[in-house]
């Protein structure tokens, strides 16, 4: 039962972090803004849920991807490396269309003989 319950977890997180429209090509919050922006980041574009980022960075192999949640803990990284950092930005765009229109499909577990 745990097995099932933690990916359906990651997934929703996932799914919330790739429907918001706030990734980092969203404008700069002013320094004079009277808000508390770690308040208003918290929340999704439906004022629902907490919304994490998704972070594209160089490593020694090429360009990688990984999602954060609120409090800054990696929930996801990818296995592969792309070559550039357009093709990261696509490979999260991929994502965000799987997220918003995929089905969640439980693998059955192999047994070992």
Known sequence: MRKLIRPLILFCAIAGVVGSAALSDAP??????K????KDDKKDAK?????????VFQAA?????RVKNTEGKTLLNSTR????KADA???????K?????????????EKKK
């Open 28 to 33: 700069a919050r002013q320094k004079d803004d």
């Open 81 to 84: 490396a792309d070559d550039t």
């Open 89 to 95: 930005l696509k490979t999260v765009e991929a994502l």
């Open 47 to 55: 004022g629902g849920g907490e919304i994490g980022t998704i972070e």
């Open 97 to 109: 269309a799987t997220f918003a229109k995929g089905k969640v499909v439980e693998v059955p577990v």
């Open 61 to 65: 192999d090429g360009w990688r991807i």
């Open 35 to 38: 808000k508390d922006p770690k």
